[in-house]
């Protein structure tokens, strides 16, 4: 049998979860996973699953659903106002340039710097980032879309999946139905494939 793992950290009382402590995540009713997704969200935490970034295991959990157009990753979380912006790869604000007509400069010089990281995606030798700050200044809130939907970043075409700090793991944000969906996928691929895994909830 593996060793249990901790999930993450969330004050199960506060939302009257406290049932849930120590219990495996593998092991809930539907109606504790919605519960617990439902609180995670409301704490910006995302969840995080050990299953390995990949391509193909991106695109089959986005596919177990649909954006609502919501607008959740494109503005500020409440839970979280000062949470960092649209994080875009300087090769991504080139091509977001050409798509509005801004120049690359304009568009540079309204961000912040981002990190270094490695990419899973390369597009070129450059690997440094830049955050696009929040609200994005592409989402159109009255329509509920994206202007630069055909250019939107990589950061954007995966999300609610996001770059996981644990090695062969996957983030996943919940400030939204379709996180919460995609939450609810990549529980069941885990638990359909490593069925003795433990994972603790705390």
């Known amino acids: 049998m593996?060793?249990?793992?901790?999930?993450?950290?969330?004050?199960?009382?506060?939302?009257?979860?406290s049932r849930l402590n120590d219990m495996n995540l593998l092991r809930l009713s539907d109606t504790d996973i919605d519960a617990l997704l439902e609180a995670l969200g409301k704490d910006d935490i995302s969840i995080t699953v050990p299953i390995p970034l990949s391509p193909e295991i991106i695109r089959e959990l986005l596919a177990v659903s649909v954006c609502r157009r919501c607008g959740g990753c494109c503005t500020?979380?409440?839970?979280?106002?000062?949470?960092?912006g649209v994080e875009v790869f300087t090769d991504e604000l080139k091509i977001i340039a050409l798509h509005t007509g801004e120049s690359f400069e304009?568009?540079?010089n309204s961000t912040t710097e981002g990190r270094n990281q490695d990419l899973m995606y390369p597009m070129d030798e450059i690997i440094g980032t830049c955050v696009l700050p929040l609200p994005c200044r592409f989402y159109d809130p009255e329509k509920k879309e994206c202007r630069i939907y055909q250019a939107r970043p990589l950061v954007c075409t995966v999300y609610p999946v996001v770059l996981s700090e644990q090695e062969n793991c996957i983030d996943i944000k919940l400030n939204c139905d379709y996180g919460?969906?995609?939450?609810?996928?990549?529980?069941?691929?885990?638990?359909?494939?490593?069925?003795?895994?433990?994972?603790r909830i705390q």
Request: proline share 12%; net charge positive; aromatic share 4%.
């Open 180 to 199: 919460k969906d995609v939450a609810r996928a990549a529980i069941k691929h885990l638990g359909e494939r490593n069925p003795d895994l433990i994972l």
């Open 2 to 17: 593996q060793q249990p793992q901790r999930v993450f950290r969330l004050n199960l009382d506060k939302y009257g979860l």
């Open 106 to 108: 304009t568009l540079l």
């Open 76 to 84: 500020p979380n409440p839970a979280n106002p000062e949470g960092p």
